[in-house]
């Protein structure tokens, strides 16, 4: 029965109470305890507690009580990420300085936490703008600076205009706008502060093998990542010059017909090119395009020749044309690649646009090798009737395969002729025109009609039917019947024919595609014959090339010219020497008299307590560096800070970190996959590399976690009017209730949306309402189905938990609650249930608990076990199919047999009208399933 409950009053008791108590203070590492470290994204001090920080830190509360029952110590802290820009902006707005803005929204946020009631680590936590925070985050820049990780260079960089400052890659969105104010990014060229991430890009995607990350996860770094691995390969231009392309397939090189030069590339600066205007202004128009659209498959690609230059073939001396042309990047490779328009689309589609040679280089392998195979020389003929625009098959009766015209070819004997002759063999036709023909391909494949294994070269050629050639229809063939020729449309082959080789040829000639996979070279010079595997060694080490990998991925740029971040610690010397500030004189802290407005030139560089600074701590002639370092460097290492914030010689030491570290499970947004799960993860290699660090990656576990949008199933902005206030919900439902009830919204491991809804809240309530009545149905005795109940209840809510599945969780909490009140149930069942309850609702179990009188918490008692005997079933309900439709349940013991099964399924009026006379067949799973095929 529903009982009312004053959830103001309680949550405010129990806070109090879990307070004083100093209940979630981790304390030391209790070695005799397994250690849990739980580990939520920090955020940012916006101003306000939203529905999402509900979501990310209320629901792993669930999880993180559940750990502290079972008898682990459990670290799971909570802390803030409070640099940055939007709390600049924000301050800016309100004419107040950032740091008072930011402050005053911690002090907001901490209050507003405490009202969630969450088992966070009390004990634990960082600020990163907290001075001895950013002490280490600016020391361990210097000691990066040191060992070349960290840089000022000159380079393209993505500059946002509203905002005046720099951005990394990663804050670029895919349609070039800055992902904090959707302005369009523009492009500059100007000097910055850079961390060599790329240095680690191998180690970032090898390693990601020895996490237990969800694919998904790993797949979208890889893919930012990027990595491709090939072959540098020098090519010398007819004027002297040497020009380096990169590519991954160094074995095609023999189908080179022309080269591309990306509009960046330098040597078009100074090239002898007699065309200078006409290249001048592809190149201008090129570099003012963004990346997406240059790199869009679709559109036609363009491209400029270079006249009067030409490349020199590496390996046969052939002249090559050179090309600019924009759908090359500067940044990808060397900013130069070839094209090899037989064995790549956008080159084959350059090379038909431009009139190129296209030589076919890699003949594609096929089938299955089989064991002693008989080798022989082979056509596939395709013959075309262009007046009926059908093509001429054969259908293979007894294999029921349809394939084109094939045969041998016969000693002495040339493709086309040998063609010729089995379209006549097989169809009778001799008046066809020969139009063109493959590669070789190579074939493995066992040759029914014949009962042989063959391995073939095979040709396939298309002819066209001449216009005065009789087309009889059906033309029976030879070899007694066994296959006959059929005319049918593009349509039916695409559908029928399935043979690898004989779809290789027509995907070849009809479809024109191009054969861009492996195989073995073909027209190669001394090379013929390789495998492409092996070729691609052996050509790049003929070229006097090198192998190696290019990436996607760019240097960190870090570098900020704004003002509300960590100094970069970097003094310069009279003669402009950068050195970093030495540990003694850090925090190297903001200075105060600054204006702070966005204006393009760094606020630091206005300031003259700065100068002053440095030239009482360095001497005359010394200056500062001005910039300030992106936010995610902050949020790069907190997780090694929580356990040892205290710590006043080392960012953390290697003592705590053997004791909290790695990470169990993180849990955060998606949007941080490719940003701060990245940088994070690279910054602690740097740090493993220097022995600051005892693991090599942070985190063993991963998931992201959905967003929840507002009640009309769309993201929530304040321009919609959708926003959702958690505070109006805690006032009038409980922190109990929006937790329970955010729970309740779906599977916790998956990233998927859902839509806030009132009636859902509603019901959460009831059913705490329900909770908190069920006392009134404690008995002396309860029912042997309740027992089996409640440890059911037991064995699927532990598990779901494991699994973050906490709503099925639920689910099974609310079919337990619905049989007590129906049934009754024991004193002990009762505050088992309890137990059960409290990770999802820590105050009102807490309530409940002390109304027995209890003297402890009840966070402190253990999680309850399952007893497997108790919870197995009496009877089971399975479902019945018969011809694989429902028809109906049966209620049988759990191992009940196969014969008895059928048997309570043909007492069933309703299952048996469907059978008549003895069951053809029937499949039983125990327990599940009982299908009968009458
Ligand atoms: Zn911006």
Redesign the pocket.
Known sequence: MHKKFDHLAIEKKWQKSWKDANLYAVGKRDLQKEKRYLLVELPYPSGDLHIGHWYAFGVPDILVRHERMQGKQVLYPLGFDAFG?PAENAAIKRGLNPKEWTYKNMDTMRAQLDQMGNAFSTDMTVSTTDPEYFKWTQWMFGEFFKKGIAYRGEGIVNW????H?I?ANEQVLSDDT??????K?EKRTMASWKLAITKYADRLIDDLDTVQWPSYIKELQRNWIGRSKGAEIPFTLSNGDKVTIFTTRPDTLYGVSFLVLAPEHPLLKTLPVENTEEVQKYVDEATQKDEVDRLNATKEKTGVKLEGVSAIHPLTGESVSVFVADYVLGNYGTGAVMGVPAHDERDNAFAKKYALAITPVISPITGVPQENPEHRKSIVAIVYNPRTDTYMTINWKEQQQTLFIGGGIEEGEDVIAAAIREIQEETQCTNVVYKAQTMPIHHHYFAHAKNVAREIDAVGLLFELADDEETATQLDGAEEGKFEAVWKDAKTIEREVIDELHRTVWEMLVDGKVHSGAGTLINSGEHTGLSSEDAKAAITQATGGKETSTYRLRDWSIGRQRYWGVPVPIVYSPEGEAHPVPLEHLPWTLPTDVDFRPTGEAPLAKSQELRDRVTNIFGEGWTPEVETMDTFVDSSWYFLRYFDAQNGGAPSSLAAQKDWMPVDLYMGGSEHTTLHLLYSRFWQKVLFDMGLATENEPYTKRINRGLILGPDGQKMSKSKGNVVNPDEHVERVGADTVKMYLAFMGNYGEAANYPFDLGGIAGIRRFLERVNGIREHVKEEESKDMTRLLHKTIAKVSTDILELKFNTAISALMIFVNAAEKEGLAQESYETFLKLMAPFAPHLTEELWHELDKTDFIHEQSFPTFDASLAKDDVVTIGVQVAGKRRGDITIAPDTTQEEALTAALTNPEIAKYIEGAPKKVIYVAGRILNIIP
């Open positions: 820009m946002c205009p509203h905002d400052t951005l800055c992902e904090r104010c959707g302005t990014v």
